[in-house]
């Protein structure tokens, strides 16, 4: 998802009995349900862990401003324009609440950003491919933010307060960034056989790494184990791409699309659709850094950090000159 | 010069009336800088008709490990509730 492949340092998962202490004590307590806060005793694991997960969301909310930024001078309408000056806005807006929340981990804004620019953090594979056309707009909006809703809507709950609290921010302002991502379908699909065609092409694309963006089956995984047991993962991903599928098909036919899958069909017996098999290889080359777009994407992050640095100095050094001042009048 | 904006808590008081309650935090260099983006970051939806920020290095808290002595005088006194005094079913408006 926003957050894909999160190590949590675990090789075997411990039940309840198998702990002692304040270990114990924390487990008990979010199996209870109460929210753990920033300054409250947690396992190293546990704060590692969200640290990763937090600082990768935070990162996919920052990065996946450029595929979209990308078209902002492009757009259709000076309407459909404003619209998307303010969905990119609030991805950044995203991002820095997940920052914050972050941060009352212990780690700093400067080194989440620096393990960003090194490559040691990641972000969402999904942000690695291109905007090709107008119409990738809509896909991503009705494909990527509808994904994200499926991921983010269970993490409202999650265990760790200051998490928990950004994601229901971030749940309520979503819910915008895929209906204006329909609603160009809808425009396009209801358009000429050219724009229609533009809508179908930009499905064709986005639809497997879309699916790609739950991350590979977990069911088997130590680290997800972990994750649900600490109660910050909520759902496998397997369920969760399943429920993606089954409430994005629906919304493809009303648009007279067609999902680029063959194997796609309604099973009855289980009250689920089936799909194909996803091509993981591609998933694992894209998270290594080798996706259309991987290089593009981390030198405009770093080109803009490093190009602004003077002018974050030159703001501290007023204020600093500012606080001087002050005192030096007070005295 | 490399040196983090200090970090700032942000608190907004709703249209309805209630008071100012904390959304989240923000870096910023001066209090001016952090008003104005409390504005864009937690208010972009006419959350709020006023923001405070205060630097979160000023604020004082108590402590967890401390939570136990600290709100235990308030356990023992439930005839603060009103619910401690049964009333009668024919007793209204009370």
Redesign the interface.
């Known amino acids: 998802m926003y957050a894909q492949l999160v190590e949590t340092g675990s090789t075997r998962l411990r039940k309840l009995d198998e702990l002692s202490g304040d270990e114990r004590r924390f487990q008990e307590r979010i199996d209870a349900g109460i929210k753990i806060?920033p300054?409250?005793?947690m396992p190293e694991g546990y704060r590692k862990t969200l640290i990763r997960q937090i600082s990768q969301h935070a990162h996919s909310e920052i990065v996946g401003q450029l595929p979209e930024g990308n078209w902002i001078t492009r757009a259709p309408t000076l309407k459909r324009k404003a619209i998307l000056l303010?969905k990119v806005?609030?991805e950044a807006?995203h991002g820095?609440?997940l920052y914050?929340a972050a941060?009352t981990l212990g780690v700093?804004?400067?080194q989440m950003i620096d393990d960003l620019h090194s490559g040691k953090a990641k972000y969402s594979s999904i942000f690695n491919y291109p905007t090709l056309s107008w119409a990738d707009i809509g896909a991503i909006g009705w494909l990527v933010d509808g994904s994200a809703i499926v991921n983010q809507i269970p993490l409202c709950r999650c265990s760790y307060g200051p998490y928990a609290?950004?994601m229901v921010?971030v749940c309520k302002?979503e819910s915008f960034h895929q209906r204006q991502g329909f609603d160009i379908m809808m425009a396009l699909c209801r358009g000429t056989p050219e724009q229609k065609a533009m809508a179908q092409d930009a499905l064709n694309r986005w639809w497997w790494p879309c699916l790609m963006m739950f991350g590979p089956s977990d069911a088997e995984s130590v680290n997800s184990a972990q994750s649900a047991q600490w109660g910050i993962k909520l759902f496998s991903n397997d369920e969760l791409r399943q429920k993606m599928v089954d409430q994005t098909v629906p919304q493809a036919e009303y648009l007279g699309l067609t999902i680029p899958d063959p194997d796609l069909k309604w099973n009855e017996e289980k009250g689920h659709y089936d799909y194909g098999a996803i091509e993981w290889a591609e998933f694992y080359n894209v998270v290594k850094g080798n996706g259309p777009c991987n290089r593009d994407r981390l030198k405009a992050r770093v080109d803009a950090h490093e190009n602004g640095a003077w002018f974050?100095?030159a703001?501290?050094?007023?204020?600093d000159k500012?606080?001087q001042r002050s005192t030096a009048a007070a005295a | 010069?490399?040196?983090?904006?200090p970090?700032w808590e942000v608190f907004i008081r709703s249209q309805h009336g209630l008071a100012h309650k904390h959304v989240?935090?923000?870096?910023a260099?001066?209090a001016e800088?952090a008003i104005n983006h409390a504005r864009?970051?937690y208010t972009?939806?006419n959350e709020g008709v006023s923001i405070w920020v205060v630097r979160s290095a000023d604020v004082v808290?108590s402590?967890?490990d401390e939570k136990a002595p600290l709100f235990e005088p308030a356990n023992s006194k439930v005839y603060r509730h009103p619910t401690f005094f049964p009333m009668p079913e024919e007793i209204k408006h009370i």
Do not use: I, T
Request: proline share 2%.
């Open positions: 806060e300054k409250d005793w303010a806005q609030d807006g820095l609440y914050s941060e700093s804004r400067d609290r950004a921010r302002e974050r100095d703001l501290l050094a007023y204020a500012q606080a | 010069m490399k040196k983090e904006w970090l989240g935090s923000l870096h260099s001066d800088m864009d970051v972009r939806r808290a402590s967890p």
